[in-house]
Nanobody, 119 residues
Framework: QVQLVESRGGLVQPGGSLRLSCAAS????????MGWYRQAPGKQRELVAV???????NYADSVKGRFTISRDNAKNTVYLQMNSLKPEDTAVYYC?????????????WGQGTQVTVSS
């Protein structure tokens, strides 16, 4: 199995910055596509950013130009750098790992961490 442990979130003012990290164990980190999702109260969980095994990245339109996803395979860790934060970024952020086992696609989730953007 894959275990994902996320860093502490926090409270940040609008326009501020915060970096989240997610450390993986139990498998070969480089074998997985890694991503960040978020879920606000009363809303569905939505994709924020993804970095693939090949190193490419993709972002939700709402965070393009403000958020950056990166991965350090040597440390088995994926990061989400969040800049120019807005109140609408307030949500629980979840780390994900997507891979294949026996030809079946499997998704693993971190425990979630609260990010609150407010003055």
């Amino acid at each position: 199995q894959v275990q994902l442990v996320e860093s502490r979130g926090g409270l940040v003012q609008p326009g501020g910055s915060l970096r989240l990290s997610c450390a993986a164990s139990g498998s070969i980190f480089s074998s997985y596509d890694m991503g960040w999702y978020r879920q606000a109260p009363g809303k569905q969980r939505e994709l924020v950013a993804v970095t693939t095994r090949g190193g490419s990245t993709n972002y939700a339109d709402s965070v393009k130009g403000r958020f950056t996803i990166s991965r350090d395979n040597a440390k088995n860790t994926v990061y989400l750098q969040m800049n120019s934060l807005k109140p609408e970024d307030t949500a629980v952020y979840y780390c994900s790992a997507v891979g294949k086992m026996g030809g079946v696609t499997i998704t693993y989730w971190g425990q979630g961490t609260q990010v609150t953007v407010s003055s």
